[in-house]
């Protein structure tokens, strides 16, 4: 560990077979299993502008063998990567946030500060990108009732989310690399949830540690955390013990709509290194991919009844399942819910697998085949959310949480923490707004009779159920 | 009154905490209420250009505390704010209002002539104004059943509208802030609609006094007026007592679809100043807005039982409500048809709550769920007319009277009086030769039988009755 | 008559009140009625040029009284109107029809090669042209359904219209003015047609005379002659008889979807004066259009009973009813069938009235509310045909003849003589193509099975009948 | 045959009447019958560089008389026609097809380095392209259906066609002329299809003989051969004699669905002279075309009796039918299964009859009028796969192969055999994540539970049976 390395010798070690970076002034062996093709690109080189914004302290630790750390490098060696952090390195003329109205200025904004790669990362979703736009053009074509002559002086936000008030329905949904787009990161989005009342969700593969993010939270401040179950189990057991410690987090968020990663192109195209520790190895070379190796790090063998008895060895927090997107997991979902106390309806952002439904779809299916589970279980839903009007289609249709996903990340990407608040208050706005003028003051009296969904329901499964080891007299009541 | 400021005296009131502006060569002081953020922006400056256009004489003397009016600007100091008017100040070689074939080419020209800010409130709708582009599209769906072998030599459009004779079923619905557009104003569009034997509706917020738009009413001429009830009773009560000294205006419009602004995004970006001492405070800054100060002026607490009962003590004319949207609503207000004589099916042009329903939605749903409400009042539409065939579709659907809301208004800024004239002769000929080419001579053969609805019918709302309070067996006979 | 003026002397009568102009070297008085406001831009010149490619010989005698011959003028005097004829004037390096591979790119040649003016008025359409549009799209949602192993080697389009002998079911609808596209004119597509064995219908509104048109029929060749009533009835009934005296004319097509002309934009833009001697007053003054100008020259009183007793008196030819929009106008002619043959679904090339239904939309909706019709009378489609497979789709629905309205005329525009038969001849080998893909040898073959309309069933009409004055019940049996 | 002529004597017989042309140094004949309009623009001169990349070894030989061959060229006196040829002239800096990251960007390569004569070929589609179009969408418009909570760790894509083990169900189709993009050819394609364990249907009209194409088969590779039957049997005979020795070919596959050539404009706009000895007389002439010319070369009298039972006395090879796409056929082809062991859905990838339906509205037209028909024989499916879901979705409605027309094609124009291999990489690695995430480990657990076809369900037929001489009791059961 005493040695010194030139990053002259350091660069000599640029292959598959003899991989050294240089992270935070130390050499490291970074060969395969551990590394992958993608971070031969920096092979031999100094990493850690690349690294860093996208890796919570602590992981080069958890992640690498004790003897991979080789020393240290002579800084007077090494000449830097050409930085390309997004957010706040280009001091362009940029509108102020608080000048901007909506969802799409704030993206905009924030594809213009942003780095390449931080875009790429955020915006891309799988294949043909036809469920990313399916989600918001779904909530588009359900059309609204507004009531009239009714008193609409007063109106409130204000719910419960897992039996903790929040101060609107709106949270904040596991996303990862917040530092790609701006250095505040994870605990700066915190920071504006803490002033608004709304719940974050903290992704597995965020750019801070989970004790970063909640440190400063403000009393009452409510938090998720969100569990991709590892191949390692031990090292989600370790990081379930950490969380277990932190009492603002309230809850887990186990993913499921992602055993393998979906093919998110633009990201692939924008060469990013994000995933070099935990994720998949990209299908670069022209032979089959041999199996098992399609996604290094996350566990594709999770089933009902061995992952939620394995968690519930390892916490007592309740339990929330991401990734539902039918009414038969729905359906499943709230046989446990001794467990289980809330689903996501997500396709992930359309970044899994094209063509999957948008949640509306499975909020409409549900209420079909088996309403009965939105009283056994909270129901809360994401993707494609842009405009208030989003969020209330979503709670007339039963859901109680509403997730956003990229948006936060944009706003973070385009003013810091000022652009999370300014991306939570245009969203809470416009909330009201859509409630004001359907005539309702409180969240409980949205329902069926606001929306009319007509086209989405002729667009709905209607074939057999896909009930499988659960199949039975179906709707079974639960 | 008697004291007198220098533009520089006042130039340095240009705070929230003081703020003054010059009107008319007079020194007022328009800190909040009264005021808000917009006005900052002219705060310290001469706001005559801003302000007159838009705001009917009498409005500082009615919104402002006497003692607001702190004394004479030296008009030797001022230096005028650059005007912005539209309509006749730019000389160009523009197209003549009379080779103009179609609403399209009236606003088009109307957005070449109109300044900025004209255009920007006249075009804006509520957020990504799917509802306003779906106005048309509703429109454009339905198919006509044009019959032959009849003979079509005579052909009327006059009808009658509450009991009123009218030359033609399409009537000029209210609009505010003609004079942003042309400085005839309201009064220019009542001299075309008396021309045409056209009934105009006048807008609560016009920006001309009611009796000035009357004044020089042709015979016969009929006028609505709309209402919006402020948060200040006693100001709609005087100026209800003023309207029912115009014997020219025949009924009252009670506004429902607007109890909190829309979000008009066109608008805001325009830079309007035109609601600063009636509208909202907009949601610039980055803490949630206080409640009660979201449409400052307006009253957001109107309801069924007691707004009637109030409107009753204060007038005799007969009441039309506007912005009914759903069958309920329609359905409800049939039941208070003593004094409600005519509901107008809007959604305010699609700039209240996007994703609202057109009009034609909410006929065909009365149709399915409650057609003797056609037996009980008189059903006017408005929203999205742009072609003689839009106006035949809506009154085979069973309207009575067709509004038109953005047209005169582009066809003022188009050309003056001569523009709306020209609005109102194109879609008078297009009406005509369209129950022409449907075998139909008077308005009242006029059908289900002309028109196809099966793709809209696919759409309309099946969903469970909102009858609310009123909820009973459903559709209860009335 | 012997009187002669200089071209000076005539441009001083350039006013509405005493309107002149020259044509073929003669002064004539246009005032109205007979001439109409764009006449007035001719007012004072030589108008040959403008009027010769529009008019059929005679067209002077018969329109002006003889009084209005003034004289002659001095041919040394004028100075010719700048000629704005199409298709051969413009020697530019077009490619050879007979490189052109379908209906597009021949209208793409005559676009490029026809003058402004003949293009405005081949290429215009009502309003917003979205029946025209339709016309084509509701062709390409229909699926055909090609069937295997099925011996195609021969494969035949003969087949008869009203009892004649033709070579293909397509035919030439009739469409005004050819000569305005190519000197050549009628008799031209009368050429091409000869030696395709295709029927051809002569426009009531045709360019050359019906005598000149037929003058060098081939034997067995076969035209229909098409009628506008005209208001002056005894103008209708020297056509007749002289239509009756050519033994090639077998039958009168009756055009009843245009008792008012539509409003086609782009042919008012296009400054088109062809309808000058015979067409509307266009609605250009501000002023209300006075009752009984909308549509000078033709008759908008026709009537089942009067129209047709009256055209059994001067005619003994079969009738043709063109212009039939709905299933219970189908079904009323065929009550008539012992003088009505035929009718023609068509909505004139979406020229009267936009939003009227595509002639496909007839055909379904009468195999399903009056399949007895097609025994009764034959049921020909003309509108939006572009392709083989265009045609075969009207067939398997029933139709018997398929109308070519544009495509003929961009032939001719864009070839003359050659451009008609190249047009003709590709959508005959477009329609033997498919019928051997589908497994057919004879058009009698063609039906339902080969086709999926599934899509246009969801949009037909299915509302009340609106049969009037022939209500009874309905469906009734012919 | 020992005769020389120089290049200016060959150039003299450059007419429809006499037409020699140079090939491979020999001089030849290539009058009609035998040669077509477009040979004639090669008339006189050397067309070995066009012919090659289009013919196998040994079409002279079988196609033209013996006394066709003139003699030899004096090559001191040609000078070549400019090279068309793609794929490996043009040294730009294109980037890798390791690089590409999927069929679009395959296409985008392949059409940047091609010749414009191979695009053209490629490319094409029958008239407007409606069908190919179409074909990709209608599997867009197919929703997934993820399942969560399942171990996906395993899975694989193995199975068997017509009891041949493959490594994927997704198979290279028949498509013609693949040296026309790479000089590897056909061969190149067998020698991808050989490292993935992928099943390939060699060409009729392939560019290598069957013998060249399979001779470096790796064991177990698995081909089927394409018949196109010739007007003349025995060269048909002769081929499939031929193929009968070919232990790797383990069935025919009988094309039906283009008795005749469908319209290929932008083949036709390309110039190809591909089909010069065995197709379709172009339209070129205004004259009607003769019967019995339209495709010269195939036979369009193939019947289900006299058909089969020829092929059964030349074969025992079993039969695959490909080019069905009415349940009624697929019905009828079950009827055979002794003899007939798969059929393949298919519109020819919008080649021959454009909006015909894409082979997703065969499967369900199938599931729900004659479901029995997959117990029967193999179904399988080709036309607009571009991705894995599509794959995926075929399976789930019921296909058991999926079938590659272009992207092999494109991938082999964009890089030879790595481009082949790259395009089936990619494939088959976007069905596996799609597998994974429905919860799958095996093709045979993929049903309609995993998708929603509802959209698609909504077009499909549902007219009256077409079954003509199979008519009877439908659906019967087979």
Redesign the interface.
Known sequence: MGKVFTATEVAEHNTRKSCWVILYGKVYDVRPPGGANVILKLAGKDATEEFDPVHPAGTLEENLRPEALLGNVDPSTISAVEPQLGGIEKPENHPPV??L??MDEIEELATKKASKKAWAYYYSAA??K?TKRFNTEAF?S??????????????SLETTLLGNQVSMPIYVAPAAQARLGHPSGEAGIAEACGG?GALQIISNSASMTPEQIVANAVPGQTFGWQLYVQDDRTKSEKMIARVNKLSAIKFLVLT?????M??R?DD??GGNVINELTAMES????E??P??Q?FAGFD?????TE?LAWLAKHTSLPVV?K????H??AY?AALHNSQVKGIVLS?HGGR??????PAV?TLLEMRKYCPEVFDKVEVWIDGGVR?G?DVVKALCLGARGVGLGRPPLWGLAAGGV?GV??TL??L???T???M????VQRLDQL?????????LE?????????L?AYRGRFPAKI
């Open positions: 608080q000048s109205l909506n294949d043909d036809i588009r359900i059309l609204l009732r507004p009531r009239v002559f009714i008193d609409c002086t007063e109106c608004f499921l709509d992602t055993p393998v979906g093919k192109e692939q195209r299908p670069e070379g022209s089959p991919v199996e098992k399609v594709p063998s999770l089933t009902w992952t399942l990734g539902i997107q039918t038969e997991d499943i396709n899994s697998l094209d063509t999957a439904p779809h405009r009007t000022d608040k300014r208050q245009i809470a706005d416009e009201k707004t859509c004001r003028l359907l005539g329902g069926m009779q606001h929306i009319n969904t007509r086209l002729q667009q709905i499964y209607d074939g057999p159920s896909g499988g």
